[in-house]
Each structure stands twice: as structure tokens, then as C-alpha cells.
């Protein structure tokens, strides 16, 4: 699992948001908004990299946006800024296999440092 440093957030991000009204994620279909957060995020705070299981995301179509606290919910951050992350496309592992499960004790990789919840020795293998 990977830290997410969050960047400010984009002015085109915060263009979006004054320009169009969104009661849900639903509403975020406009001007190609989804393709942009996925590339700004991917490309400036996750340096194409699942923060997950740390699996390269190439191109915007192997990631989706992830809502660490699910939408279903947590309806009033869907456009947290510091709630969104570009996670990989694998159907049993990350953010589709996440869902909507959340809890206090989920390590968020924005807020917590994954490195102090887990250890791996590469050269033993022993974690
Ligand atoms: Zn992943």
C-alpha cells in the first residue's frame, strides 16, 4: 500500500465545481471532468501507481476513481477532493473489490502512512 500526498486541489476541479451543480457523483459527466480528476491524480499525487496494492496504472482506462469513503455512505464528501483516488481496474482486489466497505479502521492511504501498519522484509520475504 502506498501514502497519497494530495496536491491543492486543481483549479479546473474547482472551475467544475462553480460552473455546474452536482447533487451526486452522478452529475460529474461534463467537459470529460472524470477523464481529467483520473489524469491529474494519477499523473501529479500517485505517480501512475495503484496506492492498494502498488500496481502501475498505464492509462487512465486501467484506473477508475475511488471514493475512500464510499458514496452510498458518505453522500456529503462524493467531491471531497481529499477523498478521491485513482485506483487500478482488478475485480478482486482495490477499489472495485473495496466497494462500499469502510470502517474506522480502514488505513486510509491520504490520511495514514501504510508503512507504519505493514512490513515486509524484501530480502527474507518475511512480513
Ligand atoms: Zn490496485
Given at each position: ?30 467537459d ?11 499523473l ?15 492509462t ?40 462500499n ?27
Amino acid at each position: 500500500m502506498l501514502k497519497v500526498n494530495k496536491e491543492q486541489e486543481p483549479d479546473f476541479l474547482l472551475d467544475y465545481k462553480k460552473k455546474h451543480t452536482h447533487k451526486s457523483w452522478k452529475d460529474y459527466n461534463k467537459d470529460d471532468i472524470r477523464n481529467k480528476i483520473k489524469e491529474n491524480i494519477l499523473l501529479v499525487e500517485q505517480e501512475e501507481y495503484c496506492p492498494y496494492c502498488e500496481k502501475r496504472i498505464y492509462t487512465n482506462d486501467d484506473g477508475h476513481i475511488e471514493h475512500i469513503k464510499p458514496r452510498d455512505f458518505y453522500p456529503k464528501e462524493f467531491q471531497d477532493y481529499n477523498n478521491i483516488l485513482v485506483s487500478c481496474n482488478e475485480k478482486n482486489s482495490c477499489g472495485i473489490y473495496k466497494k462500499n466497505n469502510y470502517d474506522d479502521k480502514f488505513i486510509n492511504p491520504v490520511i495514514d502512512n501504510p508503512n507504519d501498519y505493514f512490513y515486509y522484509s524484501i530480502a527474507s520475504g518475511e512480513r
